[in-house]
Nanobody, 124 residues
Framework: QVQLVESGGGLVQAGGSLRLSCAVSGRTTSTYNMGWFRQAPGKEREFVAVISGTGGGTYYGDSVKGRFSISRDSAKNTVYLQMNSLKPDDTAVYYC?????????????????WGQGTQVTVSS
């Protein structure tokens, strides 16, 4: 089992930045590929980013490329999502996810494990 706990959400003005964290616990957490998704009210869940278990590979959704950056600190068992140049359209609940197959997250936009989510609100 893998447990995921997100933090770092909040209210920010357009053009600002936030960094989300996802604390990972459980067995062999370093082997899991980690991703971020988001869901805005009335919209479908959207893939944001994924990072491989080794940290060597990253992939991003088209709407966040060039603005968001995913990273992981294996020593701290934590995954981060640095969000810059935020826009009101980035407002959503952001979820951390984990899966043993990176294509499950990156292509199928699914995952075996999910966090509870953290709210990000970007004001105009």
């Amino acid at each position: 089992q893998v447990q995921l706990v997100e933090s770092g959400g909040g209210l920010v003005q357009a053009g600002g930045s936030l960094r989300l964290s996802c604390a990972v616990s459980g067995r062999t957490t370093s082997t899991y590929n980690m991703g971020w998704f988001r869901q805005a009210p009335g919209k479908e869940r959207e893939f944001v980013a994924v990072i491989s278990g080794t940290g060597g590979g990253t992939y991003y959704g088209d709407s966040v490329k060039g603005r968001f950056s995913i990273s992981r600190d294996s020593a701290k068992n934590t995954v981060y999502l640095q969000m810059n140049s935020l826009k009101p359209d980035d407002t959503a609940v952001y979820y951390c996810a984990a899966d043993q197959r990176i294509e499950t997250i990156a292509r199928r936009h699914r995952a075996n494990y999910w966090g509870q989510g953290t709210q990000v609100t970007v004001s105009s």
